[in-house]
T-cell receptor, first 117, second 112 residues
Framework: GAVVSQHPSRVICKSGTSVKIECRSL??????MFWYRQFPKQSLMLMAT?????????EQGVEKDKFLINHASLTLSTLTVTSAHPEDSSFYIC?????????????FGPGTRLLVL | GEDVEQSLFLSVREGDSSVINCTYT??????LYWYKQEPGAGLQLLTY?????DMKQDQRLTVLLNKKDKHLSLRIADTQTGDSAIYFC????????????FGKGTSLLVTP
C-alpha cells in the first residue's frame, strides 16, 4: 500500500518555541491531507483538512494562527505549532489521500509525538 | 463532529471470539472503518466496509453493518494475545472532505 511518512517522530521543545512537523506521501500524489491530534488515552480528533495549493480548512475550536498548515506540493504538507505550550503536547497524525472518500485511499502517517516542557 | 460511540474495554480469553461494537452518526458515510492502534504506535487499517454492504469477511475479521441502526461491529475469530490493542471505528464525513470521525476506541485485552 501507499506510504506516508512524518518527521520528526518525536520532538521535545521548550514552551514558547515553534515546532514544524512534516507529512510526506512517498509514492503517490496526495491532493488532500488531513491533520489529526490524539491526546493520551483519547481518540483522534480532526484538526484541519488541506488541499494542495489552497488554504486549509480548520475544524471548530482549532486556532488557525496557532496551527499553521501549508500544503505547497502534492507530496508534502507541514503543520507548524507556533509558540507551543504544555497543553499542546499530543500525538499528531497526518493522513494523505489521492481520492478522498474511496475506501482505503486514506493513508496514515506513523505520527509525531510532541512534548512541550 | 458528533460522537461515534464504542465501549471502552473488552477482555477475552485467547482462542475465543471478540466482538467490538460501534454506533456511528452520519447516515451518509460512504465507508466505515476499523483501525488498530498498539501502544505508542500509529494507526493500522484493519478493514473497511462500503455502506451498501451489510457484511464483509477478511480472514479472522468479520464486519457487520446495520445501516438502519447505524451500528457497526468487528468480530475477531480465534483471538490471540497479539490482538491486544485499541480498536477504533471511524466514519467518513462528506462535509469535512471525507476526513474520518473516530470513536474513542475499545481497549481489547486478550488473556492466556
Amino acid at each position: 500500500g501507499a506510504v506516508v511518512s512524518q518527521h520528526p517522530s518525536r520532538v521535545i521543545c521548550k514552551s514558547g518555541t515553534s515546532v514544524k512537523i512534516e507529512c510526506r506521501s512517498l509514492d503517490f500524489q496526495a491532493t488532500t491531507m488531513f491533520w489529526y491530534r490524539q491526546f493520551p488515552k483519547q481518540s483522534l480528533m480532526l484538526m484541519a483538512t488541506s488541499n494542495e495549493g489552497s488554504k486549509a480548512t480548520y475544524e471548530q475550536g482549532v486556532e488557525k494562527d496557532k496551527f499553521l498548515i501549508n500544503h505547497a506540493s502534492l507530496t508534502l504538507s507541514t503543520l507548524t505549532v507556533t509558540s507551543a505550550h504544555p497543553e499542546d503536547s499530543s500525538f499528531y497524525i497526518c493522513s494523505a489521500s489521492d481520492e478522498p472518500g474511496l475506501g482505503e485511499t486514506q493513508y496514515f502517517g506513523p505520527g509525531t509525538r510532541l512534548l512541550v516542557l | 463532529g458528533e460522537d461515534v460511540e464504542q465501549s471502552l474495554f473488552l477482555s477475552v480469553r485467547e482462542g475465543d471470539s471478540s466482538v467490538i461494537n460501534c454506533t456511528y452518526t452520519d447516515s451518509s458515510s460512504t465507508y466505515l472503518y476499523w483501525y488498530k492502534q498498539e501502544p505508542g504506535a500509529g494507526l493500522q487499517l484493519l478493514t473497511y466496509i462500503f455502506s451498501n454492504m451489510d457484511m464483509k469477511q477478511d480472514q479472522r475479521l468479520t464486519v457487520l453493518l446495520n445501516k438502519k441502526d447505524k451500528h457497526l461491529s468487528l468480530r475477531i475469530a480465534d483471538t490471540q494475545t497479539g490482538d491486544s490493542a485499541i480498536y477504533f471505528c471511524a466514519e467518513s464525513i462528506l462535509d469535512s472532505g471525507y476526513a474520518l470521525n473516530f470513536g474513542k476506541g475499545t481497549s481489547l485485552l486478550v488473556t492466556p
